[in-house]
C-alpha cells in the first residue's frame, strides 16, 4: 500500500512539470520564471520565453551577455544584477521591437565603447534600472518610440579605474543617434561624460532627469523640436549644450553650480535657431546663459541669478528677450558682435533706472558695454584683472560704437515677480583694496618686464 501513493505523487509531479514546460507557453501571457540559481544559462532562458510572454528573474547574479531578439517583458523580482562577461559587447542587447525591461541592476565592468545597455528597433520600455558601466550607459540607434524611465547610471563608482579616469576618457550615460521620438524621463546619471546625447534625432521628449559630475548635463547636436524640460544639472562643466538645433524647447530647468571650469556654464546655446528658452533657472555658473551664432530664439521669464557673467552673447541676431531676471550675477550681461536683438522688460539689479511716469519701467535704457569681452577675447590674461579699478575705470571710458551697443529699452523697476530676492552682492572694502593693489603689481610687472626687454 505505501508504494501507491508515492507512484501517485510521481505522476502528479510528472504531469506538472510536463504541463510547465511544454503547455504553460502556449498562454500569451503566461510568466516563465527562472530558477534562482546563478549557474542557469539566461539566454536559454529568454530563448524559451515565447513572444507576448513575462519572464520574471528570481533574485540573484547572471551573467552577460544576452541577446533579445523578441517582443517579451523581463522583469527582476527583489535584488537581480546581470554582469558583463570578457566578451566584447553590451551586457544586453535588443534587436527587436516592443521588449521591456524592469527592475534590473546592469554593471558593464569593461571599458572602451561597449555598453551596458544597447536597443536596436523601436518602442522598447527601461524602466527602474540600476546601471554601473566603465562605458556606456544605454545606446539607442536607428530606431524610436522608446521610453527611458526611473534609472540610474553613474560610472562605476570606488573603483581605481573611476579615481584615474578623466572625462574624455568617460562615455555618455543615454547616447542617442538617428532615434527619434523617444521619451527619456525621471532619470538621474552621474559621473558620466555626457548624461544623455542626443545627435541626429528629432521630437525627442528630455524631462525631470537630473545629471551631475559630468562634462554635459544634457548634450543635443543636431536635432529638432526637442523638448527639454524641467531638468536639473549640477557640477557639470556645463549644464546643458544645445547646438545646431532647431525649433527646440528649453523650459523648466534649473542648472546651478557650473563653476569649476573656465568653460563652465549653465546653459550654452550654439547656432541655435527658433527655439523658446523659459522659465529655466541658472545660478551660480561661471556663464549662467552663452549665446553664440544663435538666431530668432525667444528667452521669457527666466531666472539668471548669482553667476560671473549672467548672460554671454557673440554674433547672434534677432532674438527677443523678455520679463527675464538677471540678479546677483558679477557681470550682468557681455555682448560682441550682436545686433537687432530686442532686450524689453527685463530686470536688472545692477542698473539703476528711473520711471517718471510710474508705470514699472525705467525711463532710462541700459546697455550693455562689451569692453571687457572684446579685450579678453583678444588676451585673455587680462581676465585676472577682472573688476580692478584699474579695469572698471577704463570701462567706463569706453564709449565707442555706443549706438549699436546691445540695450534693454525699457528694463523694468522690479524682478518680474514683483519681489526683490535678497542675494548678497560683493562689497567687501577689503576686496577693492586687494584688486588695487594686484592692478598696481600687473602694471609694476609689466612696465619692469618692458624695460628688461629695451
Same mark, same amino acid.
Given at each position: 500500500?505505501?508504494?501507491?501513493?508515492?507512484?501517485?505523487? %510521481?505522476?502528479?509531479?510528472?504531469? %506538472?512539470?510536463?504541463?510547465?514546460?511544454? !503547455?504553460?507557453?502556449?498562454?500569451?501571457?503566461?510568466?516563465?520564471?527562472?530558477?534562482?540559481?546563478?549557474?542557469?544559462?539566461? $539566454?536559454?532562458?529568454?530563448?524559451?520565453?515565447?513572444?507576448?510572454?513575462?519572464?520574471?528573474?528570481?533574485?540573484?547574479?547572471?551573467?552577460?551577455?544576452?541577446?533579445?531578439?523578441?517582443?517579451?517583458?523581463?522583469?527582476?523580482?527583489?535584488?537581480?544584477?546581470?554582469?558583463?562577461?570578457?566578451? $566584447?559587447?553590451?551586457?544586453?542587447?535588443?534587436?527587436?521591437?516592443?521588449?521591456?525591461?524592469?527592475?534590473?541592476?546592469?554593471?558593464?565592468? !569593461?571599458?572602451?565603447?561597449?555598453?551596458?545597455?544597447?536597443?536596436?528597433?523601436?518602442? /522598447?520600455?527601461?524602466?527602474?534600472?540600476?546601471?554601473?558601466?566603465?562605458?556606456?550607459?544605454?545606446?539607442?540607434?536607428?530606431?524610436?518610440? @522608446?521610453?527611458?524611465?526611473?534609472?540610474?547610471?553613474?560610472?562605476?563608482?570606488?573603483?581605481?579605474?573611476?579615481?584615474?579616469?578623466?572625462?574624455?576618457?568617460?562615455?555618455?550615460?543615454?547616447?542617442?543617434?538617428?532615434?527619434?521620438?523617444?521619451?527619456?524621463?525621471?532619470?538621474?546619471?552621474?559621473?558620466?561624460?555626457?548624461?544623455?546625447?542626443?545627435?541626429?534625432?528629432?521630437?525627442?521628449?528630455?524631462?525631470?532627469?537630473?545629471?551631475?559630475?559630468?562634462?554635459?548635463?544634457?548634450?543635443?547636436?543636431?536635432?529638432?523640436?526637442? &523638448?527639454?524640460?524641467?531638468?536639473?544639472?549640477?557640477?557639470?562643466?556645463?549644464? /546643458?549644450?544645445?547646438?545646431?538645433?532647431?525649433?527646440?524647447?528649453?523650459?523648466?530647468?534649473?542648472?546651478?553650480?557650473?563653476?569649476?571650469?573656465?568653460? %563652465? $556654464?549653465?546653459?550654452? !546655446?550654439?547656432?541655435?535657431?527658433?527655439?523658446?528658452?523659459?522659465?529655466?533657472?541658472?545660478?551660480?555658473?561661471?556663464?549662467?546663459?552663452?549665446?553664440?551664432?544663435?538666431?530668432?530664439?525667444?528667452?521669457? @521669464?527666466? +531666472?539668471?541669478?548669482?553667476?560671473?557673467?549672467?548672460?554671454?552673447?557673440?554674433?547672434?541676431?534677432?532674438?527677443?528677450?523678455?520679463?527675464?531676471?538677471?540678479?546677483?550675477?558679477?557681470?550682468?550681461?557681455?555682448?560682441?558682435? %550682436?545686433?537687432?536683438?530686442? =532686450?524689453?522688460?527685463?530686470?536688472? +539689479?545692477?542698473? @539703476?533706472?528711473?520711471?517718471?511716469?510710474? +508705470?514699472?519701467?525705467?525711463?532710462?535704457?541700459?546697455?550693455?558695454?562689451?569692453?571687457?569681452?572684446?579685450?579678453?577675447?583678444?588676451?585673455?590674461?587680462?581676465?585676472? =584683472?577682472?573688476?580692478?579699478?584699474?579695469? $572698471? =575705470?577704463?570701462?567706463?571710458?569706453?564709449?565707442?560704437?555706443?549706438?549699436?551697443?546691445?540695450?534693454?529699452?525699457?528694463?523694468?523697476?522690479?524682478?518680474?515677480?514683483?519681489?526683490?530676492?535678497?542675494?548678497?552682492?560683493?562689497?567687501?572694502?577689503?576686496?577693492?583694496?586687494?584688486? !588695487?593693489?594686484?592692478?598696481?603689481?600687473? &602694471?609694476?610687472?609689466?612696465?619692469?618686464?618692458?624695460?628688461?626687454?629695451?
Amino acid at each position: 500500500m505505501s508504494g501507491k501513493p508515492k507512484l501517485r505523487y %510521481s505522476l502528479l509531479f510528472m504531469i %506538472s512539470l510536463i504541463y510547465v514546460l511544454f !503547455l504553460g507557453g502556449w498562454n500569451s501571457h503566461s510568466a516563465i520564471a527562472a530558477q534562482a540559481n546563478t549557474s542557469v544559462e539566461l $539566454q536559454s532562458l529568454i530563448d524559451r520565453t515565447h513572444e507576448g510572454d513575462k519572464l520574471m528573474i528570481p533574485e540573484g547574479t547572471y551573467r552577460g551577455p544576452v541577446i533579445i531578439n523578441k517582443p517579451i517583458l523581463i522583469e527582476g523580482e527583489g535584488s537581480v544584477e546581470i554582469v558583463g562577461s570578457g566578451d $566584447q559587447q553590451p551586457v544586453i542587447q535588443i534587436t527587436s521591437d516592443q521588449v521591456s525591461v524592469r527592475h534590473l541592476k546592469i554593471t558593464q565592468p !569593461l571599458p572602451g565603447d561597449h555598453s551596458a545597455v544597447q536597443v536596436n528597433g523601436h518602442k /522598447a520600455v527601461l524602466d527602474g534600472l540600476t546601471i554601473d558601466t566603465h562605458s556606456y550607459g544605454i545606446v539607442l540607434r536607428d530606431g524610436g518610440e @522608446h521610453e527611458i524611465s526611473n534609472t540610474t547610471i553613474q560610472w562605476i563608482p570606488g573603483s581605481e579605474m573611476n579615481q584615474r579616469a578623466k572625462l574624455s576618457d568617460k562615455r555618455n550615460g543615454i547616447d542617442l543617434f538617428n532615434s527619434h521620438d523617444n521619451r527619456i524621463h525621471h532619470n538621474f546619471i552621474s559621473q558620466m561624460n555626457d548624461g544623455i546625447y542626443l545627435e541626429s534625432s528629432n521630437r525627442n521628449l528630455i524631462e525631470n532627469n537630473k545629471v551631475d559630475h559630468s562634462r554635459y548635463g544634457i548634450h543635443c547636436m543636431y536635432t529638432n523640436e526637442t &523638448i527639454v524640460r524641467g531638468n536639473g544639472g549640477e557640477f557639470n562643466v556645463t549644464g /546643458a549644450m544645445v547646438m545646431g538645433v532647431r525649433d527646440a524647447e528649453v523650459t523648466g530647468n534649473t542648472f546651478a553650480k557650473q563653476s569649476e571650469n573656465v568653460n %563652465s $556654464q549653465g546653459l550654452l !546655446l550654439f547656432d541655435v535657431q527658433t527655439s523658446r528658452i523659459m522659465n529655466n533657472k541658472v545660478e551660480g555658473n561661471r556663464v549662467g546663459l552663452y549665446v553664440e551664432q544663435s538666431h530668432k530664439n525667444v528667452f521669457e @521669464h527666466n +531666472d539668471v541669478l548669482q553667476n560671473f557673467v549672467g548672460i554671454q552673447f557673440l554674433e547672434s541676431n534677432l532674438n527677443h528677450f523678455l520679463n527675464n531676471n538677471f540678479i546677483g550675477n558679477v557681470i550682468p550681461a557681455e555682448a560682441n558682435e %550682436s545686433t537687432d536683438n530686442r =532686450f524689453e522688460r527685463n530686470y536688472w +539689479d545692477e542698473f @539703476h533706472g528711473m520711471d517718471a511716469d510710474g +508705470d514699472g519701467l525705467s525711463n532710462i535704457t541700459y546697455a550693455m558695454n562689451p569692453f571687457f569681452q572684446r579685450l579678453t577675447s583678444a588676451t585673455p590674461a587680462f581676465q585676472l =584683472f577682472f573688476q580692478s579699478p584699474g579695469m $572698471q =575705470f577704463l570701462e567706463s571710458m569706453y564709449s565707442a560704437g555706443k549706438n549699436e551697443w546691445t540695450t534693454d529699452k525699457t528694463p523694468l523697476m522690479k524682478p518680474v515677480s514683483g519681489e526683490m530676492k535678497q542675494i548678497k552682492k560683493t562689497g567687501d572694502p577689503q576686496v577693492w583694496i586687494f584688486g !588695487l593693489l594686484l592692478f598696481l603689481c600687473s &602694471i609694476t610687472i609689466i612696465t619692469y618686464l618692458g624695460v628688461k626687454r629695451r
